[in-house]
């Protein structure tokens, strides 16, 4: 019996996220929060003839209701970027939903897995840790930002550069989920042929910024939701299967480090003691975070990319975690 409550069902990403998890026949109990239309969509996805459960709930007075003994907690809430836009022009509306819905979270499903997909990750996962850590509740094993999208895209584009087929193309991404912040581990790619210097360039600029090509191409209406709903689900998927369902699973996501001390000591090796947060392999269970896994050496080129990352990586943390500090 998993019951996953997904907050911010009815927008662009909570919409076919919802879909996706509804055919899951891991999942018994689909509860839908949003402020607006979750009744309607929940109708919607109810008549589809899959074993789960399907709730509506709309407006803060039915949170409780709809988070209350939730097994994991999806958040693709808030507003996304128009072009022209940073994930971290978005904080200042989104900080404030994220921490609402983590502290309901708190009080009524303390022990959920909680995946964050509402930007800036960066700084929403801090956010979130902060409220747990306010009510007494908090795991860092728990508490993961969703950054399979950018795992995705690095597969797609390697895979297109290199002419083979996408799905089969390993790539880690670590680090953080905006921008410069991405860092693909390209030259630890299995296999992958030698690339020049300007394809890796390339390559590593268009999975750093992918997202900037959705939102230029839909021009003011919003960035990735379709994409994002495949991430996501599939990231919430492998989750529970690994924590309800005893499979072994590995996802890069973005996590406190504390989260398996021993794991992350191979990572600090390498990023040094600055970072709290970062994203790395991790290998999923009954916990959620088993253990960090080692990112591997990284190229000079790889290097160079990190030293980039840090200051920007660095700020979105303080600013997610003083954020929660100085709310009342
Ligand atoms: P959207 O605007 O289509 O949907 C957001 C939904 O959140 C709306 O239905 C809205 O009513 C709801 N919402 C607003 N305040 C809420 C609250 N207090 N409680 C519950 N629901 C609330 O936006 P979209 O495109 O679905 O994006 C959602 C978020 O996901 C954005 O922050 C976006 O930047 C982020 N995102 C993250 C990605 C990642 O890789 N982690 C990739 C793409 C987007």
């Not at 499979?247 to 990023?271: F, M, N, P, W």
């Amino acid at each position: 019996m998993v019951k996953v409550t997904v907050c911010g069902a009815a927008g662009g990403i909570g919409q076919p996220l919802s879909l996706i998890l509804k055919q899951s026949s891991k999942i018994s109990h689909l509860s839908l929060y949003d402020i607006v239309n979750t009744p309607g969509v929940a109708a919607d996805l109810s008549h589809i003839n899959t074993q789960s459960k399907v709730t509506g709930h709309v407006g803060n007075d039915q949170l409780k209701d709809a988070i209350i003994g939730s097994d994991v907690v999806v958040i693709p809430a808030g507003v996304p970027r128009k072009p022209g836009m940073t994930r971290d022009d978005l904080f200042k509306i989104n900080a404030s939903i994220v921490r609402d819905l983590a502290t309901a979270a708190a009080k009524y499903a303390p022990k959920a897995f909680m995946c964050i997909i509402s930007n800036p990750v960066n700084s929403t996962v801090p956010i979130v840790a902060e409220v747990f850590k306010k009510y007494n509740v908090y795991d860092p094993r728990r508490i993961f930002g969703v950054t399979t999208l950018d795992i995705v895209r690095a597969s797609t584009f390697i895979g297109e550069l290199i002419g083979a087929e996408p799905s089969t193309v390993a790539c880690k991404v670590v680090g953080g989920h905006s921008g410069h912040t991405i860092l693909p581990l390209i030259s630890q790619v299995p296999g992958y042929p030698k690339l020049t210097q300007d394809q890796l360039e390339k390559v590593t600029h268009r999975i750093q910024f992918g997202g900037d090509e959705v939102v230029k191409a839909k021009n003011g209406a919003g960035s990735a939701t379709l994409s994002m709903a495949y991430a996501g689900a599939r990231f919430a998927l492998n989750l529970i299967d690994a924590a309800f369902y005893g499979k072994q699973l590995v996802e890069c996501t973005y996590v406190q480090l504390d989260s398996d001390k021993q794991g992350a000591q191979d990572t600090r090796r390498i990023i040094g003691n600055e970072l709290e947060y970062f994203s790395v392999p991790v290998a999923l269970g009954p916990n959620g975070v088993e253990s960090i896994l080692p990112i591997g050496t990284l190229s000079p080129f790889e290097q160079g990319l990190f030293s980039k990352a840090v200051t920007e990586l660095k700020g979105n943390i303080a600013k997610g975690t003083n954020f929660v500090a100085e709310s009342k």
